[in-house]
């Protein structure tokens, strides 16, 4: 059955009058969020790991070990944690650990983010992006396996018969590998074994069906069996459709031109706020019509997780707390509704890059 889960970056909020929280309340709050979340009956909390201004959140794994005290049956995840900039025997250690204290319930989500801030901050070259992911994922996937390992790469003294502690009750460390739509990412994560997370935030989610069925066909050409497929998307939900809108319009704007601002893009338009509502991956509206959308996505795709990131900008606590519900109470019910009267699926089927 397919889970659902929530997402967060942490966004820097605004009060209910407008002015700003600090990033210490916004943590706070981040906290609150999970615990309705868990008391709704959400699957998952994944928060993001960044280092710039506008999130607060950049140690997930402390805001998660927070969120376990208060917490008892949600999957506590990252999405993602920035393994690039990261020592992998550090992150299977911190999560390990997490694993431990909260019964069995971390998970960790690795990438090598969209933002670079973390590679200056920890004194890594950007000139190695890809290498730096590409040989920290491959020792984390022998960590995995929570046996002694031997490891050797180019950017990182080796490995000899080195264990790694605590080990997890289960015996491995719940993980996901977090990609946007590269095949080259998509063919990676199977090789290393490793269930695919695809962050959809723009365009059409059924687009990305060629990468599902690449990764399938990839992980039956390594001769390993099916492993999970999700989605991360962003979204908003309200009472009514206008009113959804309406309140994430001005916060997805500014947390938009913000990062824009950084990457040469011009100021979003109000027309292209509404396209990715009508038909691309925000999934913004009633209880109704984001259960419709989200179902369609899981259908297409054969989704066995779905994350939706209930921030976007500076929206206040007490927005976001009221989408949670609504989420929890009406939308998750709606969906698995939905998906049972399906008569057939939707296959997932598209030419798929060779």
Do not use: C
């Not at 966004?11 to 008391?39: F, H, K, M, N, Y």
């Not at 999130?55 to 008892?72: D, H, K, N, Q, W």
């Not at 066995?304 to 990131?309: A, E, G, M, P």
């Amino acid at each position: 059955m397919t889970a659902f889960g929530l997402g967060t970056f942490g966004d820097v909020t605004v009060d209910d009058s407008g002015a700003p929280t600090s990033e210490a309340q916004t943590i706070r709050d981040v906290v609150d969020q999970a615990v309705l979340a868990d008391e709704l009956g959400v699957d998952a909390i994944a928060l993001g790991e960044h280092h710039r201004e506008d999130y607060a959140i950049s140690a997930p794994e402390v805001v998660l070990g927070a969120i376990a005290a208060r917490t008892e049956r949600i999957l506590l995840a990252t999405g993602v944690t920035v393994l690039s900039s990261d020592d992998p025997a550090r992150v299977y250690e911190k999560f390990a650990t997490l694993d431990a204290v909260s019964h069995g319930r971390a998970e960790v989500q690795l990438g090598r983010g969209s933002f670079t801030e973390s590679f200056p901050l920890f004194g890594f070259d950007l000139a190695q992006y890809e290498q730096l992911f590409e040989e920290k994922l491959d020792l984390f996937s022998h960590l995995l396996d929570e046996d002694a390992v031997t490891w050797q790469g180019t950017l990182r003294p080796p490995l000899v018969d080195q264990q790694v502690y605590p080990k997890t009750e289960s015996g491995r460390l719940r993980a996901w590998v977090g990609v946007g739509g590269s095949p080259q990412s998509v063919v990676r994560a199977a090789h290393y074994r490793i269930p695919l997370m695809l962050a959809i935030i723009g365009g059409q989610a059924q687009r990305f069906a060629p990468y599902v069925d690449l990764y399938h066909r990839a992980l039956d050409q390594y001769g390993y069996d099916r492993l999970p497929v999700g989605v991360h998307s962003p979204g908003h939900i309200a009472e009514t459709d206008e009113a959804a809108r309406e309140q994430l319009w001005p916060h997805f704007r500014a947390n938009r031109d913000r990062i824009g601002r950084d990457r040469g893009w011009p100021p979003v338009t109000r027309d292209v706020y509404e396209h990715e509502v009508d038909e691309g991956a925000l999934y913004v509206g009633s209880p109704e019509t984001v259960a419709r959308k989200m179902a369609a996505t899981v259908a297409a795709l054969g989704l066995d997780r779905f994350d939706l990131k209930y921030s976007s900008g500076p929206m206040p606590h007490s927005q976001l707390m009221d989408s949670i519900r609504l989420y929890g109470e009406t939308v998750i019910p709606r969906v698995r509704e939905l998906l049972a009267t399906e008569s057939e699926p939707a296959p997932v089927s598209a030419s798929v890059p060779a």
